[in-house]
Nanobody, 121 residues
């Protein structure tokens, strides 16, 4: 089995910064795309950022220039550095990994438990 554990959420003032981390453990052969999603109350879950194994990145228009996604393939971790934060960034943030497990030929999607991020003064 594979587990994803997130950390780093909390309360931050507008204009402030926060860094989220997500680490995977278990029977992992490799991880393809690592992504961050978020879901605000009453809204659908949306993709915030994604990074491929070779480091190519993609961002939602709403966070471009403010958020940076990075990964450490050796440690099976992904981070999301969030700068110049706005109240509309308030949401529960989830990491999502496309994992190829040891001994299995297919990619499986795994989710973290979610971490609350609140931007308020």
């Amino acid at each position: 089995q594979v587990q994803l554990v997130e950390s780093g959420g909390g309360l931050v003032q507008p204009g402030g910064s926060l860094r989220l981390s997500c680490a995977a453990s278990g029977s992992i052969f490799s991880i393809n795309i690592m992504s961050w999603y978020r879901q605000a109350p009453g809204n659908q879950r949306e993709k915030v950022a994604a990074i491929t194994r070779d480091g190519s990145t993609d961002y939602a228009d709403s966070v471009k220039g403010r958020f940076t996604i990075s990964r450490d393939n050796a440690k099976n971790t992904v981070a999301l550095q969030m700068n110049s934060m706005k109240p509309e960034d308030t949401a529960v943030y989830y990491c999502n990994f496309g994992v190829i497990r040891i001994g299995l030929p297919y990619e499986y999607s795994y989710w973290g438990q979610g971490t609350q991020v609140t931007v308020a003064s």
